[in-house]
């Protein structure tokens, strides 16, 4: 399990964003500086996901992340380009596609 935390200044205050991956599937939270508990999203707003991207792409850079989880992300956000993604989204990358650790191309 990794979890991948960023924040971002709101108009309510700072704003902290958690994304953890356990067992191939991605799962949100997110928490107000002076909230206590962290509240899940389900299903996460595309924003968010774009976020995540960005933040593995940096990771990736320095060697901290597979490729393998940009290439999903990348895969689910080209997949569904419309409002319907917040509806639609399971939360799970990889394997609903048929994207799995045979589908890889060797290096």
Same mark, same amino acid.
């Given at each position: 399990? #990794? +979890?991948? #935390?960023?924040? =971002? @200044?709101?108009?309510?205050?700072?704003?902290?964003?958690? +994304?953890?991956?356990?067992?191939?599937?991605?799962?949100?939270? &997110?928490? $107000?500086? &002076? #909230?206590?508990?962290?509240? @899940? $999203? =389900?299903? +996460? /707003? @595309?924003?968010?996901?774009? =976020?995540?991207?960005?933040?593995?792409?940096? !990771?990736?850079?320095?060697?901290?992340? /597979?490729?393998?989880?940009?290439?999903?992300?990348? !895969?689910? $956000?080209?997949? #569904?380009?419309? +409002?319907?993604?917040? &509806?639609?989204?399971? $939360?799970?990358?990889?394997?609903?596609?048929?994207?799995?650790?045979?589908?890889? !191309? /060797?290096?």
């Amino acid at each position: 399990m #990794e +979890a991948h #935390e960023w924040h =971002e @200044r709101t108009e309510e205050g700072v704003r902290y964003w958690r +994304a953890t991956h356990h067992s191939g599937k991605w799962f949100f939270q &997110t928490t $107000l500086k &002076t #909230e206590p508990d962290w509240n @899940r $999203l =389900e299903p +996460a /707003p @595309r924003a968010v996901w774009v =976020e995540l991207r960005d933040i593995l792409w940096r !990771k990736y850079q320095r060697k901290r992340c /597979p490729w393998i989880w940009i290439e999903d992300i990348d !895969k689910l $956000l080209a997949d #569904e380009p419309d +409002a319907e993604f917040l &509806t639609q989204n399971p $939360l799970h990358i990889g394997k609903k596609k048929g994207i799995g650790f045979d589908d890889r !191309k /060797p290096i």
